[in-house]
């Protein structure tokens, strides 16, 4: 997807240990124009798919998500990372290790919020090792629901997340794929 490849090149940061900083258009500031080509253009990669529901991992993935959500009309599903007083104990559980963050996470999800008739579409912000996709297919399973695919934003293609996750069977649809990043310097697929 060019207009997110262009945005990546001109505002994307690299840092040590393979971090891709967008926080000024993906993670931290919304770039609301963006996300919303970026929704048309996984509607158009997934067109035909029967999608119910949209689940993502909190926080970046879920502006994201809410974008991808209207244009298939279903609702988002987000794991959260930590456990409230108003969460739900009847709930699905997975663990998540986040590199970025250097831990791991139990995500979870309110069981009244996925089932065994849905068909979920995951939704990320990047794709590297697949940490958080395998926990979001290991909720979908959990709910004896099916997983329709993945819509990733950004994905390292040096870094093994996509073949953990097709290795699982899941179909994975990626706008920006990035091939080699080194030295402030990015190169796509």
Do not use: C, W
């Amino acid at each position: 997807m060019k207009v997110l490849k262009d945005r990546i090149l001109k505002d994307g940061k690299v840092l040590e240990g393979n971090i891709l900083k967008v926080d000024s258009f993906i993670n931290h500031q919304f770039d609301v124009e963006l996300f919303n080509e970026m929704g048309k253009e996984l509607k158009r990669r997934y067109e035909g798919t029967e999608i119910t529901k949209i689940l993502t991992v909190e926080v970046s993935g879920i502006a994201i998500a809410a974008i991808v959500a209207q244009y298939f009309n279903v609702p988002v599903v987000f794991a959260k990372k930590h456990a409230g007083r108003n969460m739900d104990p009847d709930s699905y559980e997975a663990d998540v290790y986040s590199y970025t963050k250097g831990a791991t996470f139990k995500v979870r999800v309110s069981k009244k919020y996925i089932n065994k008739e849905d068909s979920v579409l995951l939704i990320d912000d990047f794709l590297a090792n697949g940490n958080a996709l395998l926990g979001l297919i290991d909720l979908v399973e959990q709910a004896g629901a099916k997983v329709a695919g993945a819509g990733i934003a950004i994905e390292k293609a040096f870094q093994p997340g996509r073949k953990v996750v097709e290795e699982k069977g899941v179909r994975v649809e990626s706008l920006a794929i990035i091939e080699k990043m080194e030295d402030n310097q990015l190169s796509f697929k």
